[in-house]
């Protein structure tokens, strides 16, 4: 059997590294597939580590603009599948306009189906391709033999806008990178801290509207003002409105930057070593499918402080310290919280540790695989 990959739309973040990962995991033969062609553009491609069974296909229309895309997957992609006799086609990016049928999709992207985050965009460009895609994604999610989603509270707040999906449906969550993987370290106490050797926050997040990192900068500002030796190094790239307001909220509360980096974005392969120098990692995201960043800083034995939103306490469980977001005097109590107090540090470290350690992308491929060869058995 064969499987097509339509990759026209994966082109960064997390959809590109799950897209990596999975190939890199994947024992297609263990579930009777002889190959799998990928169609996408020769970025894309170059990142997929290349294997016996698997056919990269570069398109020209993929290499243009959206409607290039969308032109190549409506007109182009279905013929091309039934020419190379594949028996299925695979969706990671949850947008397809074809005709070839079976398939199996994903939902990786939560924002178009969660209108109260959607509007802190205001009126966008960007909130008129979420609302394209909402309608796309609807229709595909509807068609597909097979659909997958990433956590429980994804499949509850899709189900909730679409109503109905007619395919076999699997929660299959994202694996993590082994290289994140650092067991917790002993915790200094409270007093070991200075401005010299200060508490160091890590956030690693893109800078947009609901991932709230101006309220995050507020939270440490106030605890810098009670006295607490604390800086907060912000890591990821960033939408030009949402950077402008973080570094004017920056330059109001530190204009010396003496507690507040913002590092810009880090190459994927050096993220771990972000991870590695910091003490405490939050995450204060209110709009997140899977959020693999947070399953990499449990991984990597850090004490975490979270958002209390989306599907963090699914992920994260018992195992951090929650905050509302949009609360600053929450976000530093949550902090204080674990600056106080060393041994519920290493609890929480140890205990998110633990938990996460489900999460391989050799068990992701296992279960992909499987999924897409039930449906394929269907039809």
């Not at 509807?142 to 899709?158: M, P, Q, R, S």
């Not at 449990?298 to 469980?317: F, K, N, V, Y």
């Not at 919280?337 to 540790?353: G, M, P, V």
Request: with cysteine; aromatic share 12%; hydrophobic share 40%.
């Amino acid at each position: 059997m064969i499987i097509g990959i339509d990759a026209s739309n994966i082109r960064a973040g997390g959809g590109l590294t799950h897209l990596v990962e999975l190939l890199k995991a994947a024992e297609p033969l263990k579930h009777d597939f002889s190959k799998i062609i990928i169609w996408s553009r020769s970025v894309t491609l170059s990142k997929i580590e290349d294997r016996p069974w698997i056919e990269k296909k570069k398109q020209k229309h993929l290499e243009k603009g959206l409607f290039n895309r969308i032109f190549w997957q409506r007109f182009r992609l279905s013929k091309q599948a039934r020419l190379l006799n594949c028996d299925v086609l695979f969706i990671p990016g949850g947008s397809y306009a074809g005709d070839f049928y079976p398939i199996v999709t994903m939902n990786q992207n939560l924002l178009p189906f969660e209108w109260n985050e959607l509007k802190r965009f205001g009126y966008s460009l960007f909130t008129l391709k979420m609302i394209l895609l909402r309608w796309i994604q609807k229709k595909t999610l509807i068609n597909a033999e097979g659909v997958i989603f990433l956590t429980h509270y994804a499949k509850d707040i899709v189900i909730g806008v679409i109503k109905s999906i007619n395919g076999k449906m699997m929660i299959i969550p994202h694996g993590i990178d082994d290289r994140f993987k650092n067991p917790p370290r002993e915790q200094l106490s409270a007093k070991k801290y200075t401005i010299d050797n200060p508490f160091r926050i890590l956030y690693v997040s893109v800078i947009y509207p609901y991932k709230h990192q101006w309220h995050v900068v507020d939270a440490i500002a106030q605890l810098r003002k009670n006295g607490v030796p604390i800086t907060l190094n912000l890591v990821g790239p960033s939408s030009s409105y949402s950077l402008e307001r973080l570094q004017k909220k920056i330059k109001k509360v530190d204009p010396f930057k003496e507690f507040v980096q913002y590092s810009g974005a880090v190459h994927y392969k050096e993220l771990n070593k972000y991870y590695e120098n910091a003490n405490v990692f939050l995450f204060a995201s209110s709009c997140e499918t899977f959020g693999m960043i947070l399953t990499e800083a449990m991984l990597a034995g850090l004490p975490i402080a979270c958002s209390d939103r989306s599907a963090m306490p699914e992920l994260l469980g018992n195992t951090g310290v929650y905050f509302d977001p949009e609360q600053p005097n929450k976000i530093s109590e949550a902090i204080s919280k674990l600056f106080n107090d060393h041994e519920l540090r290493f609890k929480l470290a140890n205990e998110s540790f633990k938990k996460v350690q489900g999460y391989s992308w050799k068990r992701c491929a296992n279960e992909t695989f499987s999924l897409i060869k039930q449906v394929v058995s269907k039809t």
